[in-house]
């Protein structure tokens, strides 16, 4: 079906599955319970989920099948945002205009920087794109302020034109909107004491991930995907039998970047704003944790890293002194507050340590991400008979062809 | 013509950070072949060890002012720094005015500590590894460091004034013969070009004049062949992985009366030290010394008035507009050597 095999077939249903029923399955917990801090079915967040999924399932194009490191692929999210905005602004507050000129957009611009970056290879490569980002960020900051609105971020402001729609709407900015249905409207769904929040803006963007996710599976499958693995392996094989691999990769370089661009634009359908500081390095740098941290060159893995991260990121940084008393309340007074001392560097503001941590355990001990530390449980599990079958492919995979 | 001076100057001070940096990248990169995104964490490590400093030279102790009571009637107390009862008022003050150069004296050994530490704990588990690995491992090695001296110095910048003695500026365009304050240049700015083309040059001698720095460069020619002669290469590998963490302390520990260090400031650093590495050659050391003063002066040349006005935002960019025709002509950079990062 689909075009797929069944074992891609099965990971597009679970993945669709998932992400459909995200907001039953992130709120496990009822809302007035201790535990419902570990919610994490508000809209907000789970908009987040996908559109960093997305970012990430672009990033794993490039850097996962070619092997290319890029460090600046925040820039491309961020011309995505400003042109989405840009889009608001002038034409329309219909959601679909804006997404289409972002992913082209970006494409363009990942067209250019690729041409010129992937003339080198290796960390020339990284530092030819960490150079490009770096500089739009900074022209977004200091001279192109017409156009970006400098720190204060590119907003939505009462006089714009918005052809479309007919200049402004009365005394307050409008809304984000699909032919009418608005991004931010919710339903309520109350079963005894849970409460689910079903969102159009998620489910926008749900859809979008699901649509991309399935290109990203052809892409891998495609011989062209082929090529791009054989570019990883050996570039210099694949040159002496008379291929050039500069189109192939040029090509995986602007997908990933109209799939930043996408992300961009839907961070900005969500939330119609752009700043500069999400095409800084550090947010290249972000979505490259993602990446590995879920298993970089896996199908799979690029979403997981997302939401792992995400979901970390929220939940960590609202735990607060308060919280860690009341865990531990069950403790001996002094006890409890040793395990609070403890504990307290590692969340609330502090929670970008847990993540460095996790992040370097997880580069050095499963080089695989979460994926492999996944198929090591499922191999540990399931005992050693499935080892040969699971295992093989997986090795094979990642042996290196002879020389 | 006082305009160009004063630029070049300018861009001395910029440059002479960048180079110290890049010198300790390279001498990682070329003696371990590691490309350490934790550098800059270094840098910043260093700058904090000046912050430590500091405050351990002023912890002071309450004492109460005879005689005299605040407005509610409690006796009035003041604070005296304990290196001021310790050596007298004049001597204390002294101290604590030059807790900035003092503190080199805290960071040399602070530094060449955390570089042996990072270098067994963490990095020679890394050097088979390939080169995106590295940059992953030590980019969060980055972060956490990062994080750790938010957590305990928290995120705003701290000043960190120069000693008294070097507060002014220096009336440079009246020794040229131009008139009187045409070409002013900060003292502390003077004594930091000073103080890095000292550590550049003592690098280079110890690498150049000494047993062990010939071991080195022999090894950094080849790893190989060193250590089949029967010599420990890796033990010394680990003294230059100090050595390049030191250099980067100690350009963080003068750097802070130019820029009140906070915790970002190593990535700010990173960035661009990683530019000038490869503008000057990957694995080049005086490449990486030309390129980091050549990035800085070039820099504080587009920053000049005139030619904001005629390519508005150039200053911003023009050290990775430089890096990236570098990179496009001359892919081993200015002094690259051949076969370095090349697969």
Redesign the interface.
């Given at each position: 079906m689909l075009g797929l095999n069944r074992k891609d077939l099965t990971l597009m249903m679970i993945v669709a599955a998932m992400t459909l029923l995200a907001p039953i399955i992130l709120n496990p917990f009822p809302s007035d319970s201790a535990m419902a801090q570990f919610n994490a079915g508000y809209p907000d967040l789970m908009q987040r989920f996908v559109i960093f999924g997305i970012f990430a399932i672009g990033f794993n194009i490039l850097f996962g099948l070619t092997?290319y490191?890029s460090f600046g692929h925040a820039a491309f999210l961020g011309v995505g945002s400003y042109s989405a905005v840009w889009m608001f602004k002038l034409l329309s507050m219909n959601v679909i205009p804006a997404i289409v000129l972002a992913v082209i957009i970006s494409g363009l611009f990942a067209l250019v920087i690729g041409y010129?970056s992937l003339?080198?290879s290796?960390?020339?490569f990284?530092?030819?794109t960490?150079?490009?980002a770096?500089?739009s960020f900074?022209?977004a900051?200091?001279?192109?302020t017409p156009i970006t609105n400098g720190e204060t971020g590119l907003q939505l402001a009462l006089d714009d034109p918005r052809v479309l729609d007919g200049g402004s709407s009365g005394g307050s900015l409008p809304v984000t909107q699909l032919f009418g249905l608005e991004m931010r409207a919710t339903t309520q769904l109350e079963i005894g004491a849970w409460s689910f929040d079903f969102n159009v803006g998620y489910y926008l963007c749900a859809a979008i991930m699901l649509a991309v996710f399935y290109l990203a599976i052809r892409i891998f499958r495609s011989p062209f995907g082929i090529m791009l693995r054989a570019v990883k392996s050996n570039q210099q094989r694949m040159n002496y039998t008379g291929l050039n691999s500069r189109p192939y990769t040029l090509a995986a370089f602007v997908i990933s970047g109209m799939y930043a661009g996408l992300a961009g634009g839907l961070m900005a359908s969500m939330d119609p704003l752009a700043g500069a500081e999400r095409m800084q390095?550090?947010a290249s740098?972000e979505v490259?944790?993602m990446t590995?941290l879920g298993g970089a060159g896996t199908l799979i893995g690029p979403v997981l890293g997302a939401g792992f991260i995400k979901y970390f990121e929220n939940i960590f940084s609202k735990i607060n002194d308060n919280v860690l008393h009341s865990w531990f309340a069950v403790m001996p007074d002094g006890i409890e507050d040793f395990l609070v001392t403890i504990v307290h560097?590692f969340v609330g503001k502090?929670w970008?340590?847990t993540?460095?941590?996790m992040?370097?355990a997880v580069?050095?001990f499963l080089?695989g991400g979460l994926v492999e530390g996944g198929q090591r449980i499922g191999r540990f599990v399931t005992g050693r008979r499935n080892k040969k079958a699971g295992g093989a492919e997986a090795e094979a995979a990642r042996k290196q062809p002879a020389e | 013509m006082d305009a160009i001076i004063l630029q070049f100057l300018n861009g001395l001070d910029k440059g002479s950070a960048y180079a110290l940096i890049a010198l300790g990248l390279t001498l990682i990169f070329g003696t371990l072949g590691v490309?350490n995104f934790a550098h800059g964490a270094l840098f910043m490590i260093g700058a904090f060890c000046a912050v430590t400093v500091q405050r351990l030279l002023s912890l002071s102790y309450e004492v109460e002012v005879e005689g005299e009571t605040d407005f509610l009637g409690n006796p009035m107390t003041t604070d005296i720094p304990y290196v001021q009862s310790w050596f007298g008022e004049a001597i204390g003050q002294g101290i604590i005015d030059w807790s900035v150069p003092l503190a080199i004296l805290f960071a040399i050994p602070v530094m060449l500590i955390v570089g042996f530490v990072m270098e067994r704990g963490?990095i020679q588990?890394f050097y088979k590894?390939p080169?995106?690995?590295q940059?992953?491992?030590t980019?969060?090695?980055?972060?956490?460091l990062?994080?750790?001296i938010?957590?305990i110095y928290g995120a705003n910048p701290i000043p960190t004034p120069a000693p008294e003695a070097f507060r002014g500026s220096l009336d440079f365009g009246v020794w040229l013969g131009f008139d009187p304050n045409t070409i002013i240049y900060p003292y502390w700015r003077l004594v930091y070009f000073f103080f890095s083309a000292f550590i550049i040059a003592a690098v280079f001698a110890f690498l150049q004049f000494t047993t062990f720095g010939m071991v080195v460069r022999a090894g950094m020619a080849d790893r190989e062949t060193v250590g089949l002669l029967g010599i420990n290469i890796d033990k010394r590998f680990t003294v230059m992985f100090g050595i390049a963490a030191a250099v980067a302390g100690l350009a963080g520990v003068m750097y802070t009366p130019i820029n009140s260090p906070n915790y970002h400031m190593g990535?700010d650093f990173l960035?661009l030290s990683?530019?000038v590495v490869?503008v000057g050659g990957?694995g080049s050391l005086p490449g990486a010394v030309l390129a980091g003063f050549l990035l800085g002066i070039l820099q504080s040349f587009a920053s000049m008035n005139w030619i904001k006005d005629i390519l508005?935002?150039i200053d911003?960019?023009i050290i990775?507009?430089v890096?990236?025709a570098i990179?496009?002509t001359r892919?081993r950079g200015l002094l690259g050597r051949k076969g370095v990062?090349?697969?």
């Open positions: 092997g490191l010129i003339r080198r290796g960390i020339y990284s530092i030819l960490l150079a490009f770096q500089m900074n022209l900051y200091s001279v192109l390095w550090t740098g490259v944790l590995i560097p502090g970008h340590l993540l460095g941590l992040f370097m580069v050095i080089p | 490309v963490l588990y590894r080169h995106a690995d940059i992953l491992v980019f969060g090695l980055a972060i956490v990062q994080e750790i938010k957590q990535m960035v990683f530019v490869v990957m508005p935002g911003q960019i990775y507009l890096a990236i990179l496009l892919p990062m090349e697969d």
